[in-house]
Antibody
């Protein structure tokens, strides 16, 4: 059974940093691209960032480019999102999502339950 | 990177069919057959319903179908059931980025 378990969310002040993690199991992690997708309270889905199976292809939404860094450790079956210079508008539930392909195709066939990030003073 | 355009809400009676549109541009929907659709019930994670415009993952009912014409993709749900009431989102490949639609709330009357 595929499982994606996010962690690392919490309350953080504007301008500070936070690192999210996603532990994957139940599939061959290094065969697939992975993504972070967020959802602000009461709002729609927003793709944040994606990384190919071998970290050779990485993409970011314009809203986070230059502030967030995605990475993965295939030996640990883990995905990460380093979030710097956080803003109030980054407040959201952050989902880890598995792609159906090795490369970034934006088909998210499995999702975690999300980790909540709240940016507030 | 602008969000894809979806109607805010649609509704239908049990047994009827509804269609949700998703309009993008020649830089995303119009250029790639890489459109997917997601169903999200309140408090739950999204679920993949359609990928590559019209393909259904294993386990998804054949009442769900997808299509595309030009810059607009569509999700059709036939034989509406009460459990179909949810939010629906489209998503498209847009080069090195992914872009979602704003979401459509489906109400089953």
């Amino acid at each position: 059974e595929v499982q994606l378990v996010e962690s690392g969310g919490g309350l953080v002040q504007p301008g500070r940093s936070l690192r999210l993690s996603c532990a994957a199991s139940g599939f061959t992690f290094d065969d697939y691209a992975m993504h972070w997708v967020r959802q602000a309270p009461g709002k729609g889905l927003e793709w944040v960032s994606g990384i190919s199976w071998n970290s050779g292809s990485i993409g970011y939404a314009d809203s986070v480019k230059g502030r967030f860094t995605i990475s993965r450790d295939n030996a640990k079956n883990s995905l990460y999102l380093q979030m710097n210079s956080l803003r109030a508008e980054d407040t959201a539930l952050y989902y880890c999502a598995k792609d159906r392909q090795q490369w970034l195709r934006y088909y998210f066939d499995y999702w975690g339950q999300g980790t909540l990030v709240t940016v507030s003073s | 990177q602008s969000a894809l355009t979806q109607p805010a809400s649609v509704s239908g009676s049990p047994g009827q069919s509804i269609t949700i549109s998703c309009t993008g541009t020649s830089s995303d929907v119009g250029s790639y057959n890489l459109v997917s659709w997601y169903q999200q019930h309140p408090g739950k994670a999204p679920k993949l319903m359609i990928y590559e415009v019209s393909k259904r993952p294993s386990g998804v009912s054949n009442r769900f179908s997808g299509s595309k014409s030009g810059n607009t993709a569509s999700l059709t749900i036939s034989g509406l059931q009460a459990e179909d009431e949810a939010d629906y989102y489209c998503c498209s490949y847009a080069g090195s980025k992914g872009v979602f639609g704003g979401g459509t709330k489906l109400t089953v009357l």
